[in-house]
Every structure is written in structure tokens, then in C-alpha cells.
């Protein structure tokens, strides 16, 4: 009677651990499952910051480049196709990431070209209104790289948590998936060449 009093009372104890453990290791994946979807929205945040500006910088371009149409016509294209393609952070896959990478990327060049072409004009590169959109965009732009940064760093610590044994089987019957990271883009090694 008392060894199986034992028995009952190590069996509980085991069950009590392994629940614990299985409690513990869900939860974190959980935490830091929302942890990536929360650092996401930050990302969509600093870019739709960018997107706001880009209106205002285009409408002052035009007062001074009125025969520079195609790069601005450019400009409201490639925003328009950024802001168009949205995620949900909850379908953080390869596909959608590169799609919303490859427009943001998009609106990036065209942007480079819009600057390009602002070199041609010194009266708007002495314009108040132009200088500070100019100054706030590449505070968006410098925000942008420091939120891709962050969820690189926290979908890191998430794809790494769900990847070590065992939690890579509890995180199969769960349904936890890695998440993508944000890449440079092909090319990016190269320096840009500047014509003037």
C-alpha cells in the first residue's frame, strides 16, 4: 500500500513538472510570438510616417520642377503601390514580406530619383518648406532602419526559441511558424553610381 502511495505521489509530481514545462514553454512562445507582431506595427508605423510625407514633398517639388512630371507622377505611383500592400501580423510569411519589401523599395528608389532631381533646381534646395520635409524624411528614413533592426532582433529571438529541442515539437503541434527577416535588397553591396 505505501509503494504505491509513492508511486501515485511521484507520478504527480511528474505530471505537475512536465504541465509546468508545457505551461512555461507555450506562454513564451505566445509572448514572443506577440512580441514580433507588436515590433511589426511599429515598422508599418514609421513607414506609413514616410508615406504621409512623401504628398507634401512632391507638392512643393512641384512649384519649382513643374517640367520634372514623370519623376513626380513616379513618386505618387510607387507610394501608392507601398501603402497597397499590407500585411497582417499574423501572416508574417516569406511571400507577403517580400511583396511589402519590394514595394517599400520601390518608393525608397523613387524617392532617390525625386532627389536627383531636386539638385537641378537651387531656389527649392534654399526653400524652407522643402528643407524641412527633406530633413523630416530622412529622420523617417533613419526611424525605418532602426525598426527593421529591432524586429530583425526580435523575430531572431523568437525563430530561435522555436527552432531548440524540444520546444521545436511543441511549437509544430501549436502551430508557431519561423518568421522572415527583413533583407537587403539585391544589389545593395553595390555603391550607386552619381551622375550630375
Known amino acids: 500500500m ?62 519649382y520642377a513643374t517640367h520634372e512630371k514623370e519623376t513626380l507622377e513616379g513618386v505618387i505611383e510607387a507610394r501608392s503601390k507601398a ?22 523599395e520601390g518608393l525608397t528608389q523613387a524617392l532617390s530619383r525625386l532627389m536627383v532631381v531636386v539638385e537641378r533646381y537651387p531656389d527649392l534646395k534654399a526653400n524652407q518648406n522643402f528643407l524641412e520635409l527633406q530633413a523630416q524624411l530622412e529622420g523617417t528614413e533613419n526611424r525605418i532602419a532602426v525598426e527593421r533592426k529591432k524586429f530583425n532582433e526580435v523575430t531572431q529571438q523568437y525563430n530561435t526559441y522555436i527552432k531548440l529541442f524540444p520546444k521545436n515539437m511543441l511549437a509544430g503541434m501549436f502551430g508557431f511558424q519561423q518568421k522572415p527577416y527583413f533583407k537587403a535588397v539585391e544589389g545593395a553591396e553595390k555603391v550607386p553610381e552619381v551622375k550630375f
Not at 11 to 34: C, P, Q, R
Not at 35 to 60: C, F, G, H
Open 2 to 63: 505505501k509503494k504505491s502511495w509513492i508511486i501515485i505521489g511521484v507520478l504527480v509530481i511528474l505530471a505537475i513538472i512536465l504541465y509546468g514545462w508545457f505551461k512555461g514553454s507555450y506562454n513564451t512562445m505566445v509572448t514572443m510570438d506577440e512580441a514580433v507582431k507588436s515590433q511589426w506595427a511599429q515598422v508599418e508605423n514609421v513607414y506609413q510616417r514616410r508615406a504621409d510625407l512623401i504628398p507634401n514633398l512632391v507638392n512643393t517639388v512641384k512649384g
Open 83 to 104: 501603402t497597397s500592400v499590407n500585411i497582417d501580423a499574423n501572416n508574417l510569411n516569406p511571400q507577403t514580406f517580400a511583396a511589402f519589401q519590394q514595394a517599400q
